[in-house]
């Protein structure tokens, strides 16, 4: 069972790896996209199992940057 389910944008990668460095290094189990989701998985079935499972969320905000490279 996963214990905590990790919300983030893949822009917010780098966070997203050191939050989850920390959790394998507490041997807390989580739900991330990356480690749990599979080519060829449905995806939104994963997405609600890891979330039925979880009893913590983590959520990563960051500001929205406008790419002004057209």
Known sequence: ???????????????????????????????????????GDAITSKVREGLKNATAVIVIISPYKEDKKL
């Open 1 to 39: 069972m996963m214990a905590v389910f990790i919300s983030y944008s893949h822009t917010d990668k780098d966070v997203a790896d050191n939050i989850t460095a920390l959790l394998d290094e507490l041997d807390v189990p989580y739900f991330r996209d990356i480690k749990e989701i599979e080519w």
